[in-house]
C-alpha cells in the first residue's frame, strides 16, 4: 500500500482545509485508516481514525467537534475535513493504514505511513 496526502497549506485561524490521502496496492477497503499528526518540537500524536467500513471512527479530543473523518471505500480514499482550526493545529499531517479492520489510537499499530502534508494555521 502507498499513501499519498494532499490538501495541505496554510490558512488563517477559524478557516477550514480538508486533507485527502489516496491509498493504491491492497485491498484499501479491508483496512483501517487513520490520521497522525507531529507539531515542531512536539510527540507525533493521534489525530482520528476510521474502521475499514467508514461505520466506527473516533477523533481525539483537541480537535472533536472541529475535525471530522471520513472515507470513499470507491476512490481508496480518506478525508479529513478540519474546520474552526487554531494556530495550535498547526504541524505536519500523515496518512496512515492499518493491516486490520479495527481502529486504535495508537501509532504502533499502524503499517504504513504517507510522507505528510503541512498545514499552518496563523493568529
Known sequence: VQLVESGGGSVQAGGSLRLSCAASGRAF??????????APGKEREFVGAIN?????????????????????????????Q???LKPEDTAVYYCVVRFDVRITTSEYEYDVWGQGTQVTVSS
Open 82 to 84: 478540519m474546520n474552526s
Open 52 to 80: 475499514w467500513s467508514g461505520i466506527s471512527s473516533e477523533v481525539a479530543d483537541p480537535v472533536k467537534g472541529r475535525f471530522t473523518i471520513s472515507r470513499d471505500n470507491a476512490k481508496n480514499t480518506v478525508y479529513l
Open 29 to 38: 477497503s479491508s483496512y483501517a485508516m487513520g490520521w497522525f499528526r507531529q
